[in-house]
């Protein structure tokens, strides 16, 4: 089992950074896919980018590509989101999440265990 909470949330103006940090407990972290996902006001939750276990595999969604930068320290059981050049419409709560299959996976669906959530705000 993983145990994921999120941290680094805040408020921002357009153009600014954020850095993201999701603090991960359990044996079985090191193995697991992590992801971030992202959920606006009246909005559904979406993908923002996923990594592979050993990081030797990334993707992001489109609207975030170039922007934004995951990593993830197993030794720390940390991972990260570095989020650049933020525009309003990435205001939301972004979540972290463990696929402990170790699939790399877009789906939401498919990941097991979640954060709680930590809101990123950015005003125009």
């Known amino acids: 089992q993983v145990q994921l909470v999120e941290s680094g949330g805040g408020l921002v103006q357009a153009g600014g950074s954020l850095r993201l940090s999701c603090a991960a407990s359990?044996?079985?972290?090191?193995?697991?896919?992590m992801g971030w996902f992202r959920q606006a006001p009246g909005k559904e939750r979406e993908f923002v980018t996923t990594?592979?276990?050993?990081?030797?595999?990334?993707y992001y969604a489109d609207s975030v590509k170039g922007r934004f930068i995951i990593s993830r320290d197993n030794a720390k059981n940390m991972v990260y989101l570095q989020m650049n050049s933020l525009r309003p419409e990435d205001t939301a709560v972004y979540y972290c999440?463990?696929?402990?299959?170790?699939?790399?996976?877009?789906?939401?669906?498919?990941?097991?265990?979640w954060g709680q959530g930590t809101q990123v705000t950015v005003s125009s």
């Open positions: 359990g044996r079985t972290f090191s193995s697991s896919t």
């Open positions: 999440a463990a696929d402990a299959s170790g699939v790399l996976t877009l789906k939401g669906s498919s990941y097991e265990y």
């Open positions: 990594i592979s276990w050993i990081g030797a595999k990334i």
